[in-house]
């Protein structure tokens, strides 16, 4: 099974700052990786796919790049409604597995 | 717009059998596959299994700590996927969501509000 190491595991910042996530691969997924926002109570959320791309009607203060084994998430300007776990994905191969989870908080 | 519905979940003794059920609505059932993921409480997402569409022969795979316990299966005239889980152990005690996959690719566009699977004595 391919191991999705996400880090870190948890981060506060304040509203407005920059916010990154990391998540690496154990073997090459190409651009096979998607990113999903959980909010507390609730389902997750498809907000990234293919690495970058955004689902329709999220904003554009996220966003994904990487290829291969690397891959980050961004927050540019994190708001309140941002408080939520986010979880790669990678979908190379089966099973598809996650990433264990960064759950970002307001300072 | 999409909606799935979990629904059959509840508290079983270990060893027992629980079958949910996951009604869809808003989108080509028959054209999807579907996937059950499931989360314990303040743990993080586990991919359980997958059934694919007709087209594909309603092929199935599971995680290898289900399988050989678990089946999924679908029926297409009612829209609706289902998870049948047999002997039961106390670590599948978790929140199990059913998930769209519209382009049969691996990865979960729509999710369910979730169903609790508690398995206790």
């Known amino acids: 099974d391919i191991q999705m190491t996400q880090s870190p595991s948890s981060l506060s910042a304040s509203v407005g700052d920059r916010v990154t996530i990391t998540c690496q691969a154990s073997?090459?997924?190409?651009?096979?990786l998607n990113w999903y926002q959980q909010k507390p109570g609730k389902a997750p959320k498809l907000l990234i796919y293919?690495?970058?791309n955004l689902e329709t009607g999220v904003p554009s203060r996220f966003s994904g790049s990487g290829s291969g084994t690397y891959f980050t998430f961004t927050i540019s300007s994190l708001q309140p409604a941002d408080i939520a776990t986010y979880y790669c994905?990678?979908?190379?191969?089966?099973?598809?597995?996650f990433g264990g989870g960064t759950k970002v908080e307001i300072k | 717009e999409v909606q799935l519905v979990e629904s059959g979940g509840g508290l079983v003794q270990p060893g027992g059998s629980l079958k949910l059920s996951c009604a869809a609505s808003g989108f080509t059932f028959s054209g999807s596959a579907m996937h059950w993921v499931r989360q314990a409480s303040g743990k993080g997402l586990e991919w359980v299994g997958r059934?694919?569409?007709?087209?594909?022969?309603?092929?199935?795979a599971y995680a290898a700590s289900v399988k050989g316990r678990f089946t999924i299966s679908r029926d297409d005239s009612k829209n609706t996927a289902y998870l049948q889980m047999n002997s039961l152990k106390t670590e599948d005690t978790a929140v199990y969501y059913c998930t769209t996959d519209y382009g049969d690719a691996l990865d979960f566009d729509y999710w369910g509000q979730g169903i609790l699977v508690t398995v206790s004595s």
């Open positions: 059934i694919r569409s007709k087209t594909n022969n309603y092929a199935t």
């Open positions: 073997q090459d997924i190409s651009n096979h």
């Open positions: 994905q990678q979908y190379e191969n089966l099973p598809p597995t």
């Open positions: 293919d690495v970058f």
